[in-house]
């Protein structure tokens, strides 16, 4: 490409000239020039009076029509194109109104639009394939609040740890054998760290229970395991399901400040499956009651008896 048609701007970037419009001016004359002369053309053939100055007329007349035609389209091709960037602005502008009248921050919004704006420019194929694949993933999740119900597969550490960052008043939580092996884990730690913070700073009260099957399922381990998230300040307590009056199945699951649910699902392996999170006010309501019920019939693990396993 020749140095006539581009330009480098102050990034060192190719910016293109008025040179590169030439050809779509070339096309107009081109255009208004055949129809002039085929017009000229035409009337000759019909009316053999060279001298006829309506061959000149139709000529002009017609060659300007078509100009004028050009214009025209090329006109509202780019009132379409104003129109729409239009709408979009419009689009826009309701949309942060409508985060400044909201609780989210709109500052936040604003950083993620300008954020993602410059990776667009910026950024490699890969960065903006994985900002894109990210922004999905958020826009999924807002959209599933919204509803009041959302999912992922597998366990999603970065939730838990995020919204024991919001917690303010309660988080009741239960745990089977399915994550028993989760507390022996770095997110673990984490999260640990996290409810250790919420008790200290914000007086968040949290209660844990364990739950096993048997007796004999109380374990040296399981005692430990208590102890520790004790010396953090969380109240953890043992279940024996054999021994309560209750004996339906218990899934995982935590709540938040009793209006947001975490719960996980086991697969054919007794592994996570799969998490959701549940807002819905009926579901929040029956797990707080599910978890109030067994927690009365729960006891400390000092107080449950010891049964002679291998482990203990």
Not at 29 to 48: K, M, V
Not at 125 to 133: C, G, R, S, T, Y
Not at 290 to 307: D, H, I, K, Y
Request: net charge negative; hydrophobic share 40%.
């Amino acid at each position: 490409m020749s140095g006539a048609a581009l330009g480098t701007g102050s990034n060192g970037q190719a910016v293109p000239h008025q040179g590169q419009r030439m050809p779509k001016m070339f096309w107009r004359i081109l255009i208004t020039a055949g129809a002039a002369g085929g017009a000229f053309l035409l009337t000759s053939i019909l009316n053999q009076d060279d001298g006829n100055i309506w061959q000149w007329v139709a000529s002009i007349v017609i060659g300007s029509a078509a100009l004028i035609v050009q214009y025209l389209l090329d006109f509202a091709e780019r009132f379409e194109k104003v129109d729409r960037r239009f709408n979009e602005i419009l689009a826009a502008t309701e949309l942060f109104s409508q985060v400044d009248g909201s609780v989210l921050r709109s500052e936040e919004v604003t950083r993620l639009v300008l954020g993602y704006t410059k990776v667009r420019e910026q950024g490699s194929d890969i960065v903006q394939a994985f900002a894109e694949k990210e922004l999905a993933d958020l826009a999924k999740l807002m959209e599933g609040l919204a509803k009041g119900s959302e999912d992922r597969a597998g366990e999603n550490h970065e939730w838990l740890i995020n919204i024991t960052d919001c917690v303010k008043m309660t988080l009741d939580a239960t745990s089977t054998s399915v994550d028993r092996d989760f507390w022996y884990s770095g997110p673990a730690e984490r999260y640990l760290d996290a409810q250790e913070k919420a008790i200290k700073r914000r007086g968040v009260e949290i209660r844990r229970l364990f739950l096993v099957k048997e007796p004999h399922d109380v374990t040296a381990s399981l005692r430990d395991l208590c102890e520790r998230h004790r010396r953090r300040g969380i109240d953890a307590r043992i279940a024996v399901r054999s021994q309560m009056t209750s004996s339906r199945k218990v899934d995982d699951f935590i709540v938040f400040d009793g209006e947001l649910c975490y719960e996980t699902a086991p697969d054919q392996e007794s592994n996570p499956d799969g998490t959701w999170l549940r807002c819905e006010p009926e579901h929040v309501e029956d797990r707080v009651n599910q978890f109030n019920e067994l927690w009365a019939e729960a006891r400390e693990p000092e107080a449950v008896p010891s049964v002679l396993t291998s482990e203990s």
